[in-house]
């Protein structure tokens, strides 16, 4: 599996789970007394019909939702889950002005700290961007810059990753690429992952929670066979993805 | 040929047709000279005056550079602290705000007043007008971070003691607000000559201004164009000299426009 020695570096896998999860905005009641457990080293795909609240509860644990902070979240270890969240967004989010491996090494430079270039270079090589460390973001494709934030993202090296729809503005033969790239990189981290795609929910979780209604709820928990990443063409996976869309549908 | 040259070469032709036309208005009219002279009878005066229109110069520029130089400062601080300060913005944008509407050219009379005839009197007026349109257009590239950007590093500095929004300020915000700093840049580029002649007009003893303001009571009139003519060059120089600095210092800002 590429990238298998990057799993790890530092932290001891851990779990988050969210108990009695409360979110309003307003009068609208996204979710209410909603439990969700995401286990240690493991990755959770949470899937739901758009609007449902994933992305909000997602940035709820991340600690970016200023509507959210009441909320109970505790980690399997008992030490603080502030600090050791990672979190890649749909969008690239890579800074223009700034080179790709400045981008990749961006959480050092706001830390404070020196960026470790020889790790940034070595993950940069893991995403296949390592002749492109010196472009700036406007140079790469949409591909490449996903790869990028890929980068950005283990090189935080932390313990839990966060990730809202992080593959879906890309073409279909890219999204499977980059998901088979992340699922090697990411293997042995607590991974949550918002997707409104079925198939790529069946793909990299271990487990698969739908979020549904309003206020909305965990409505069903699957655990597919076998180890992600799971090959796309996989005739299962494509009965278990038709599946799940008639339950969103419904 | 090259973008560049052709670039200079169109701006070398739009000069000779300006001076042309300059030229064939003073034939086909048969204006005096003493109210329109000829492109060649104020090119012989600037030669004739040159040391005198060469000191002139120097003292406006000077208070151009030096208005430049406090303005854009002061609108910069000016803009970072308004947005660092929420409750510093919602005393200060307001009276900004009325302030930017005081036609500034009224204050000369008492800027003189105050200042002297000397240098500062049209350092301060320069600034004065360089202010606003610095901190406006800062304070609000500082305002339109992208907000995705913002979480991001609110992620990588959670936990972390206290640096996090200085952080975010300093290797994303002001960043991210320094194309539309360029802009403010380039407006104060524009308005900094005014200031300065402004002044020299209401009262001094030396600078273009003054100069051109001499030669006229004097009925030198080609002093007058030939002052008026360097004090051109000398704010066109400024304008291009700040937009070509700014493209070269923010390659990462797309020009949305196609290549000219």
């Known amino acids: 599996m590429p990238g298998s020695e990057f799993v790890m570096d530092t932290e001891v896998p851990v779990g988050v789970a969210l108990r009695g999860g409360t979110l309003a905005f307003g009068d609208k009641v996204i979710f209410e007394s909603l439990d969700l457990d995401i286990p240690a080293g493991r990755t959770t795909c949470l899937l739901g019909p758009s609007g449902v609240g994933k992305s909000s509860l997602l940035r709820m644990i991340a600690g970016i939702s200023p509507e959210a902070a009441a909320n109970r979240l505790v980690s399997s270890d008992g030490g603080a889950i502030e600090g050791r969240i990672a979190y890649m967004d749909q969008r690239d989010l890579l800074l223009p002005w700034l080179s790709v491996l400045d981008n990749v090494s961006l ?29 700036l973001p406007a140079a790469l494709s949409g591909g490449m810059r996903q790869r990028a934030a890929l980068a950005r993202t283990l090189m935080e090296d932390r313990a839990i990753v966060l990730m809202d729809e992080p593959f879906s503005s890309l073409d279909a033969l890219t999204r499977l690429r980059l998901q088979d790239l992340a699922a090697g990189l990411l293997a042995g981290r607590t991974v949550l992952l918002v997707t409104h795609d079925p198939l790529e929910a069946l793909r990299l979780g271990h487990r698969i929670l739908v979020m549904r209604g309003s206020p909305a709820r965990i409505a069903s928990v699957l655990e597919p066979d076998g180890l992600p990443p799971r090959p796309a063409d996989d005739p299962n996976l494509h009965g278990l993805a038709a599946a799940i869309l008639a339950e969103l549908a419904g | 040929m090259t973008n560049k040259m052709q670039s200079i070469t169109r701006g070398l032709v739009s000069f000779a047709i300006l001076i042309a036309a300059w030229q064939a208005l003073v034939w086909g009219t048969g204006v005096e000279f003493f109210i329109l002279p ?4 104020v090119l012989h005066s600037l030669i004739a005056n040159l040391e005198l229109v060469g000191r002139h110069a120097a003292i406006t520029l ?14 910069m601080v000016n803009a970072i602290s308004l947005s ?47 202010f606003f349109p610095v901190t406006t257009a800062f304070l609000d590239g500082l305002r ?30 002001i960043p991210a607000a320094l194309p539309a700093l360029a802009s403010g840049l380039r407006v104060a580029a524009a308005v900094a000559p005014i200031g300065a002649v402004v002044g020299e007009w209401v009262g001094s003893s030396a600078g273009l201004g003054y100069l051109m303001l001499h030669a006229n009571g004097r009925m030198q009139i080609d002093l ?37």
């Open chain 2, 224 to 260: 007058l164009f030939a002052a008026l003519f360097v004090l051109a060059a000398m704010a066109v120089t400024i304008f291009f000299s700040i937009d070509w600095l700014l493209r070269r210092l923010l390659p990462w800002q797309p020009d949305s426009l196609p290549n000219e």
């Open chain 2, 62 to 75: 000077l208070e151009i550079v030096l208005g430049l130089l406090c303005g854009c400062g002061l609108g």
């Open chain 2, 144 to 173: 339109r971070t992208e907000p995705g950007w913002l979480d991001l590093a609110r992620t990588m500095t959670a936990g972390q003691a206290g640096s996090g929004r200085w952080a975010a300020l300093r290797h994303i915000r």
């Open chain 2, 38 to 41: 000829g492109p060649w009878l």
């Open chain 2, 84 to 130: 660092w300060f929420p409750k510093v913005r919602r005393w200060l944008l307001p009276l900004l705000v009325v302030a930017q509407a005081i036609p500034v050219f009224a204050l000369a009379p008492v800027l003189v007043l105050w200042l002297g005839y000397g240098l500062a009197s049209k350092v301060m007026m320069a600034s004065l007008i360089i």
């Open chain 1, 107 to 135: 959480g050092a430079r706001l830390r404070g700290a020196a960026p470790d270039r020889q790790r940034a270079q070595a993950l940069l090589a893991k995403v296949g961007l390592a002749g492109e460390s010196k472009s």
